[in-house]
């Protein structure tokens, strides 16, 4: 595992498969053994469920003091998870990966649940609409708005809006990037910190990441499911020039809220993630990288097969600790 907010993309090193953990190489086999498909040769119906099925990769879910299930404006269903039923505490809000196609809430029961208990912060869970139903820019918008919605109605969710961060893993870390940005350029919502775990950032036709050819089948997520899940997002190809839509292709990154950005050594987005962290660094936003060894995209949802998330914790805590204070 490296950490260095200003570490230069790995460009000149060469891809191997030794390098995977045990674990992590244990659970590709797995699903060659039972025939898992990419994404990208599923129906979209076909790829909700078999993402509805990786429950089955995450560890017991924990308890946590309480939950909460509310619908922001009456139309966005979110879920919010108390580590402390008695302290009124900052809040995490996490929008969940899926490629803009599937997860939702149920599925993220699990790591939202563990991540309150690892930071003892208050993590609120957005079940944005999917693509290709609702096309970009709707899930974005849904996001801003249950972040609104959650600041303004604080008071009453035990809730202290005086620090809101942002947490996004995948095609949530997108999104995550993308309430940074909204809520910088409209001024009508602070947001202290972005979190983005493994987040896919630039468009399917981008060729300048090594890591999306040396990773590009037989890691789990393939270059060819990337391209997938972004056609389903964009209403055409104008999106992918849209910073809202592909934080990638913002030209300016000043004054964006504090990162965290978490890759992994093995998956396609690793090399797009440790620019952008370079790229925030530039623009004098303070960041800072972690790169996994030995694992794959997606791991934050495989907590049983996979042992990186409480590494994952640990970081994001710190993160936190350096915020708050």
């Known amino acids: 595992m490296s950490e260095n907010p200003a570490i230069e993309p790995r460009r000149d090193e060469p891809a191997s498969p030794v390098g995977l953990s045990a674990q ?33 990769l995450q560890a017991r879910p924990q308890p946590v003091s309480r939950t909460q299930d509310v619908l922001a404006f009456d139309r966005i269903p979110v879920r919010i998870y108390h580590p402390d039923s008695d302290t009124t505490l900052p809040i995490i809000v996490y929008l969940h990966g899926g490629g803009w196609v599937g997860g939702n809430v149920a599925l993220a029961d699990e790591p939202c649940r563990a ?25 974005l918008q849904d996001c801003y708005a249950a972040v609104q919605w959650l600041v303004s109605n604080a008071a009453v969710l035990g809730i202290d809006r005086s620090c809101v961060i942002i947490c ?19 001024g009508d919502l602070t947001v202290h910190g972005q979190i983005l775990l493994y987040p896919l950032l630039a468009p399917a036709e981008s060729d300048e ?9 037989g890691y789990g997520l393939t270059r060819e499911d990337i391209t997938w899940f972004w056609s389903h997002y964009l209403r055409s190809a104008l999106d ?32 797009e993630g440790a620019e952008y962290s370079r790229r925030l660094q530039r623009a004098g936003v303070a960041t800072t990288y972690m790169d996994i060894a030995g694992t ?3 791991f934050f949802w495989m907590s049983r ?12 805590a710190d993160f936190i600790q350096r915020i708050v204070a």
């Open 240 to 271: 992918s020039d849209n910073p809202l839509a592909s934080p990638w292709a913002a030209t300016d990154l000043s004054g964006l809220p504090p990162g965290l950005i978490i890759t992994a050594e093995f998956d396609p987005l690793r090399d």
């Open 168 to 186: 996004g893993d995948s095609a949530g870390g997108n999104l995550a990037a993308g309430v940074g940005r909204l809520a910088r350029d409209r």
């Open 305 to 316: 097969r996979l042992g990186d998330s409480p590494t994952v914790h640990r970081a994001i």
């Open 115 to 139: 991540l309150a208990n690892a930071t003892g912060l208050v993590v609120a869970s957005v079940e944005y609409r999917l693509s290709p139903e609702s096309k970009f820019p709707e899930p």
């Open 209 to 217: 990441f090594r890591s999306r050819s040396d990773f590009a089948k």
């Open 24 to 56: 992590a190489q244990a659970l590709l086999n797995r699903f060659d053994e039972v025939g898992v498909r990419p994404y990208c040769e599923l129906s979209v119906l076909a790829a909700r469920e078999t993402m509805n099925q990786s429950t089955h």
């Open 296 to 298: 794959i995209h997606g």
